[in-house]
């Protein structure tokens, strides 16, 4: 931490349009196979993936920050979205249509032809797989710009595609900020954009897709809700709290970072978290016994102190953590460590509850009824995710059918199986990854009218 890795030029005009039209041209070979051709080629990457889990994953821990046993399962996640994937590629159809005297209409999936992804660097590897794996499947290709931040993994995925036998340039990796992110977003023979960050940019990215008109799946920031009820199991809400919240050291969208407590465990609840929360492993990420690793840079380090500041300046109380860590070892002395933070004695007005964070802070909030717990939790401007955590299994089912959230969790938190489509409301971004709803994303339909009788003109 607190290291240069490695240095790689920034990808400009020239660059782009090339692993464009090389993508064009992979597309025109690869649009050309059918489901089941494609199907064992995503099974192939899948397979070189699983096989070499532990060097990505490692990989992925020096790229991020995050403990390595976190960056396994991001791994194994991205293997299995593959395989889900290949196993749908071969399913993909129309539909025919009977109308009167014989004549008929049918549909047709096609797909849109090169696409662009545009990652995050929370989960670089994770991300680029959730993208480019229905992207595949649906026959487009796809240019996929990681994080400046994070931009080794991605190549390393780049070559597997290569190894598993994709066309040349089917999945071409190119590297920069936001110039080299406009430059993917203007190019004329980019028909689709898949953009995973945070809503400013996302903002940016809609707009510079309108001007031409072309269609972007958007997965924005959150400030989720996780709500507690008295009749929880006690030590399941913890750890679902826990989950919602120090996941990759916080950097996650959809975490629960507004946690609602009903106030008849407000303080037994509260007691737990932060006995649980002091007791989380911080240190070398490359150890597999490490839970938190280090944030993402020195800026973003700044940015959660700031937050952490500002809560207190507001009257909120630090129960635990928030302060800067430094580890033992003298190699990790310069790493961007803090110490996971519980905030007690939060109100809804409070920045630290209405804006994200993106780090390790937990807001604590008392709630008396259902009804007043479920209209604050809605009052925000995002809508990515929600939580609730009781044995009322008709509460249960009452409360996350009022969150307006796209992505919510019953008695668990932060699970996300390829098969369920993942994505948000409002501020949060539209569109979905994963499941069955990516398809929608990736394909366009093509309607075609057969008429099997004489042509009857009213001219």
């Given at each position: 931490p607190g290291r240069v890795i490695c240095k790689l030029p920034c990808s400009g005009e020239k660059e782009v349009d090339l692993a464009v039209q090389s993508?064009?041209?992979a597309f025109k070979i690869w649009s050309g196979l059918s489901g089941m051709e494609r199907s064992r080629v995503l099974l192939e990457a899948a397979r070189i993936i699983r096989e070499q889990r532990g060097e990505i994953a490692t990989l992925e821990s020096i790229n991020n920050g995050k403990s390595i046993f976190e960056a396994q399962v991001d791994i194994d996640i991205s293997w299995q979205c593959l395989e889900y994937y290949a196993g749908l590629a071969g399913s993909l159809a129309g539909e025919h249509i009977q109308l009167p005297g014989g004549s008929f209409g049918y549909t047709r999936r096609e797909p849109l032809g090169v696409c662009a992804?545009?990652?995050a660097w929370n989960y670089p590897f994770q991300t680029a797989c959730w993208k480019c794996?229905?992207?595949?499947?649906c026959g487009n290709?796809?240019?996929f710009k990681p994080s400046p931040f994070t931009p080794l993994s991605v190549v390393k995925l780049a070559e597997i595609f290569t190894e598993a036998g994709v066309p040349k340039g089917l999945f071409n990796v190119v590297q920069g900020g936001a110039a080299t992110g406009q430059l993917l977003c203007h190019h004329p023979d980019v028909a689709k954009i898949s953009f995973t960050g945070s809503v400013p940019t996302g903002s940016k990215i809609m707009e510079m897709a309108a001007k031409g008109i072309k269609p972007v799946t958007l997965e924005l920031g959150g400030k989720s809700p996780l709500i507690i009820f008295s009749d929880c199991v006690l030590e399941n809400a913890v750890n679902g709290a826990l989950m919602a919240n120090y996941l990759t050291q916080g950097e996650v969208c959809c975490n629960g970072t507004r946690v609602f407590?009903?106030?008849k465990i407000l303080?037994?609840?509260?007691?737990?978290?932060?006995k649980r929360t002091q007791k989380i492993k911080i240190g070398d990420p490359l150890l597999q016994d490490t839970r938190m690793g280090a944030l993402i840079n020195q800026p973003h380090l700044d940015r959660v102190q700031g937050f952490i500041k500002q809560a207190k300046e507001q009257g909120a109380e630090v129960l635990c953590g928030g302060d800067l860590y430094v580890p033992d070892d003298p190699k990790l002395k310069k790493g961007y460590y803090m110490r996971p933070c519980v905030l007690g004695k939060c109100t809804d007005d409070m920045t630290c509850v209405k804006e994200e964070i993106f780090g390790p802070v937990m807001s604590i909030l008392p709630f008396d009824t259902e009804e007043e717990v479920v209209e604050r939790a809605n009052n925000t401007k995002f809508g990515l995710a929600g939580g609730v955590f009781t044995r009322d299994i008709q509460k249960a089912h009452r409360v996350v059918a009022a969150l307006k959230a796209g992505m919510c969790f019953i008695n668990n938190y932060n699970i996300s199986p390829v098969e369920l489509p993942f994505g948000g409301y409002k501020a949060s971004g539209f569109g979905r990854e994963n499941g069955r709803a990516a398809i929608e994303h990736y394909t366009q339909l093509k309607t075609v009218c057969v008429e099997m009788g004489d042509v009857e003109s009213v001219f």
């Open positions: 993508a064009k041209a992804g545009i990652g794996a229905p992207a595949l499947a290709a796809m240019v407590v009903e106030r303080d037994v609840f509260t007691k737990e978290v932060v």
